[in-house]
């Protein structure tokens, strides 16, 4: 019997192997031809699925967006604790932390290479896909959301200039910290939220400030304050003023 080939299983797995092979050579400088050699297909099996590179491009767009947002809302599909969610997005985060690397490699290697306005327009797809499912999922506003998007976004490109996964995981516990209280906790106890956004803001978020004793300006004991002159003195020039003299 032939053996039966699952068509979009595969078509993922070429966009995965293609995601990699522009982030390691780039874009433009790859054709079809060597695109099929390098992830392990015939060039007609790659035209099959592919009709040219620009269809490979939106593939990759597409399919990261999807196994990045479309994952995670399967996954907490069940999940109706807010806490939870949470918590699962942050290991979610750990989980794909390399596969948010290599696409923003790859965002990079197409803003230099593709027309600004297909950059924008898959830039857009990604970022509403991701926005929208925080803040459905987590029951916080699209700004909230964004933010933290941004946020995210950033931390994937530090992420590039270190070794291992040290650097991202202790921002990950950063978000844990900051994010916790106006997420999971506010919708339950609005006051015990504010009391521990209190409590980081004076132990994480801010230094300590402390007025040095050194820093108290004492008052001079040899400093004679100026006494005020009692307006009745000067009485006596108003009445010349109104008499002439």
């Given at each position: 019997?032939?053996?039966?080939?699952?068509?979009?299983?595969?078509?993922?797995?070429?966009?995965?192997?293609?995601?990699?092979?522009?982030?390691?050579?780039?874009?433009?400088?790859?054709?079809m031809k060597q695109?099929?050699?390098?992830?392990?297909?015939?060039?007609?099996?790659?035209?099959?699925?592919?009709?040219?590179?620009?269809?490979?491009?939106?593939?990759?767009?597409?399919?990261?967006?999807?196994s990045s947002v479309?994952?995670?809302?399967?996954?907490?599909?069940?999940?109706?604790?807010?806490?939870?969610?949470?918590?699962?997005?942050?290991?979610?985060?750990?989980?794909?932390?390399e596969l948010y690397?290599?696409?923003?490699?790859?965002?990079?290697?197409?803003?230099?290479?593709?027309?600004?306005?297909?950059?924008?327009?898959?830039?857009?797809?990604?970022?509403?896909?991701?926005?929208?499912?925080?803040?459905?999922?987590?029951?916080?506003?699209?700004?909230?959301?964004?933010?933290?998007?941004?946020?995210?976004?950033?931390?994937?490109?530090?992420?590039?200039?270190?070794?291992?996964?040290?650097?991202?995981?202790?921002?990950?516990?950063?978000?844990?910290?900051?994010?916790?209280?106006?997420?999971?906790?506010?919708?339950?106890?609005?006051?015990?939220?504010?009391?521990?956004?209190?409590?980081?803001?004076?132990?994480?978020?801010?230094?300590?400030?402390?007025?040095?004793?050194?820093?108290?300006?004492?008052?001079?004991?040899?400093?004679?304050?100026?006494?005020?002159?009692?307006?009745?003195?000067?009485?006596?020039?108003?009445?010349?003023?109104?008499?002439?003299?």
């Open positions: 019997m032939p053996k039966i080939v699952n068509h979009d299983e595969q078509r993922l797995k070429m966009l995965e192997k293609c995601l990699y092979l522009f982030t390691r050579k780039g874009y433009s400088d790859v054709n695109i099929a050699a390098e992830i392990g297909v015939s060039t007609g099996s790659l035209y099959h699925y592919f009709s040219s590179k620009e269809s490979i491009l939106a593939g990759i767009i597409a399919w990261s967006g999807h479309d994952e995670y809302i399967k996954r907490t599909s069940s999940v109706e604790n807010i806490c939870d969610r949470f918590d699962m997005i942050l290991d979610f985060w750990k989980e794909k932390r690397k290599n696409i923003m490699l790859f965002a990079m290697n197409v803003y230099r290479n593709v027309d600004s306005g297909k950059w924008k327009a898959a830039y857009s797809f990604f970022s509403e896909a991701f926005i929208s499912c925080m803040s459905e999922r987590l029951n916080i506003s699209r700004q909230f959301a964004r933010s933290i998007f941004i946020h995210c976004v950033g931390l994937s490109f530090h992420s590039l200039a270190f070794d291992g996964n040290r650097e991202c995981d202790e921002e990950i516990k950063f978000f844990d910290k900051i994010l916790r209280p106006p997420i999971v906790d506010a919708p339950d106890d609005m006051e015990k939220a504010a009391d521990k956004f209190k409590e980081i803001t004076s132990t994480i978020l801010m230094n300590e400030f402390a007025i040095p004793k050194t820093a108290v300006i004492k008052k001079n004991k040899t400093t004679k304050t100026k006494k005020a002159i009692p307006v009745r003195k000067y009485s006596h020039l108003k009445t010349q003023r109104k008499h002439g003299k």
